[in-house]
């Protein structure tokens, strides 16, 4: 299976008319760079994937947006096991019983770093992403923590500089 683990684009900050956590909206920058990266998804999964994401609405905004360039546009599956704090076990079971060529991930940092690190290296790394930022690995069936490849890891400023388009 095709995985791409993404932490949901840059957001608004507490205050104001924003009272929660959940309610925290993308902000304008964080909307432009999602739609960037769903461009550049697009490209590289010309199927469209299955995309599951956190409930809060920074998660399902930067799933809508990342979905966007597909025909017709994906819609993203929320999966309680992406809310903050994350047990990466419960995500791998869950993405074990589909059976989908393709999924995207969207949650939160730290866990979509650590889930990574999980993957990749069984928790012996640790991987900061910034908003926004894309990896690009192999699950395969019935595996674990330190199993899965991983192909490549983007982020949006390294998008804007090698491809700027202004949304």
């Given at each position: 299976?095709?995985l791409?683990?993404?932490?949901?684009?840059?957001?608004?900050?507490?205050?104001?008319?924003?009272?929660?956590?959940?309610?925290?909206?993308?902000?304008?920058?964080?909307?432009?760079?999602?739609?960037?990266?769903?461009?550049?998804?697009?490209?590289?999964?010309?199927?469209?994937?299955?995309?599951?994401?956190?409930?809060?609405l920074?998660?399902?905004?930067t799933?809508?947006?990342?979905?966007?360039?597909?025909?017709?546009?994906?819609?993203?599956d929320v999966w309680e096991d992406?809310?903050?704090?994350?047990?990466?076990?419960?995500v791998?079971?869950?993405?074990?019983?589909?059976s989908?060529?393709?999924?995207?991930l969207?949650g939160?940092?730290?866990?979509?770093?650590?889930?990574?690190?999980?993957?990749?290296?069984?928790?012996?790394?640790?991987?900061?992403?910034?908003?926004?930022?894309m990896?690009?690995?192999?699950?395969?069936?019935g595996?674990?923590g330190?199993?899965?490849?991983?192909?490549?890891?983007?982020?949006?400023?390294?998008?804007?500089?090698?491809?700027?388009?202004k949304?």
């Amino acid at each position: 299976m095709n995985l791409y683990v993404v932490r949901h684009a840059d957001a608004r900050p507490l205050g104001g008319a924003i009272t929660t956590d959940n309610e925290r909206p993308l902000s304008p920058r964080g909307e432009s760079e999602a739609r960037a990266m769903g461009r550049v998804l697009a490209r590289v999964e010309p199927q469209p994937p299955l995309f599951v994401c956190s409930p809060l609405l920074r998660a399902r905004r930067t799933a809508e947006l990342l979905g966007e360039p597909f025909t017709p546009a994906v819609q993203a599956d929320v999966w309680e096991d992406l809310t903050p704090g994350i047990r990466f076990k419960d995500v791998v079971a869950h993405l074990q019983a589909t059976s989908v060529h393709a999924v995207v991930l969207i949650g939160h940092q730290p866990d979509m770093g650590h889930l990574l690190a999980y993957l990749i290296a069984d928790g012996a790394t640790e991987i900061a992403l910034p908003p926004g930022a894309m990896a690009s690995l192999t699950l395969s069936p019935g595996t674990g923590g330190g199993s899965a490849r991983l192909h490549w890891l983007v982020t949006p400023d390294l998008i804007g500089l090698l491809s700027p388009h202004k949304d």
